[in-house]
């Protein structure tokens, strides 16, 4: 069982920063692959990051590309989602995302809001 706890979001302003973390429960942080995913009012649940155990390697959906960041780190048990040059469109809550690559079961966050205004 993994609890994931999302904190950070928040309103600003176009063009600023936020950085989003997700504390997570739990001795085996590090066998789980962590992601980012988001929900704006009216659409679907969408990805926006991912991240192997090890950090080495980091996946982002193409509209995020060159803005968003996710990091790591298995000692603090807690991913992270440094975000840049925040556009309205960004505006959604974000969720916390852990899969262990040989379980089916996924594990989410309750989520944090974001909004970015114009």
């Known amino acids: 069982q993994v609890q994931l706890v999302e904190s950070g979001g928040g309103l600003v302003q176009a063009g600023d920063s936020l950085r989003l973390s997700c504390a997570a429960s739990?001795?085996?942080?590090?066998?789980?692959?962590m992601g980012w995913f988001r929900q704006a009012p009216g659409k679907e649940r969408e990805f926006v990051a991912a991240?192997?155990?090890?950090?080495?390697?980091?996946v982002y959906v193409d509209s995020v590309k060159g803005r968003f960041t996710i990091s790591r780190d298995n000692e603090k048990n807690t991913v992270y989602l440094q975000m840049n040059s925040l556009e309205p469109e960004d505006t959604a809550v974000y969720y916390c995302?852990?899969?262990?690559?040989?379980?089916?079961?996924?594990?989410w966050g309750q989520g944090t809001q974001v909004t970015v205004s114009s």
């Open positions: 995302w852990a899969k262990h690559p040989m379980r089916q079961t996924e594990y």
């Open positions: 739990g001795r085996t942080f590090s066998s789980y692959a």
């Open positions: 991240i192997s155990r090890s950090g080495g390697n980091t």
